[in-house]
Structure formats: C-alpha cells, structure tokens
Nanobody, 116 residues
Framework: QVQLVESGGGLVQPGGSLRLSCDAP????????MGWYRQAPGAQRELVAS???????VYTDSVKGRFTVSRDSAKNTVYLQMNSLKPEDTAVYYC??????????WGQGTQVTVSP
C-alpha cells in the first residue's frame, strides 16, 4: 500500500511561514507529478501547487508569489514553503501523487491554521 506522509502543519500568525513536507516511496516519487491540495471547512478540495518530475510548477492564483513547491529526489520528498500566510490559507493540506491513466495517491492531511 502506497503511503504519502505529510508533516509540518500547525498554528501560525498572519504573515508567518510554514514548510510542509511529504515523503513518498521512491517508486512513486520518481515518475509521478507531486502536488499539494487543501480543503477548508465547507469548501471543496482545491489544488494549491504541483511539480512535475521535470520541475515544472503550477500554482493556484491565490498563492502565487507566496508559496513555493519543490522536490528533492535524493530524499523522495516534496515541500511546500508557505510565506506571508493569511487566515484564508487555513485548511487541511493534502499531499498528492498523480500521473495520467494511473491511480492517484493521497496523504492523510495536515492542518494549517493561520490565526492571530
């Protein structure tokens, strides 16, 4: 069973920073696009950022210039550096691995709360 293990969530004040990490099996990490989604209470899960095996990144408009997604092939880990956090960034953040015509994998989620 494939496991994606997230870490790094927590409580932070507005304007603060957090870095999320997601560890993946090497067999997945090496061929899958890795991404971060989030789901706020009462809202649909949305893509925050993703990065392909070739390093191409995509961001949702609301986080551009504040969040950075990266991947470390030596550690099979994908990161989400979140700066200038806002209360509206509060959500459960999920790590995702996907590729065309294949099963998509999800982590268990990590809570990020931005509050004074």
């Amino acid at each position: 069973q494939v496991q994606l293990v997230e870490s790094g969530g927590g409580l932070v004040q507005p304007g603060g920073s957090l870095r999320l990490s997601c560890d993946a099996p090497g067999s997945i990490f090496s061929i899958y696009t890795m991404g971060w989604y989030r789901q706020a209470p009462g809202a649909q899960r949305e893509l925050v950022a993703s990065i392909t095996t070739g390093g191409i990144t995509v961001y949702t408009d609301s986080v551009k210039g504040r969040f950075t997604v990266s991947r470390d092939s030596a550690k099979n880990t994908v990161y989400l550096q979140m700066n200038s956090l806002k209360p509206e960034d509060t959500a459960v953040y999920y790590c995702n691995a996907r590729r065309p015509f294949a099963v998509s994998y999800w982590g268990q989620g990590t809570q990020v709360t931005v509050s004074p």
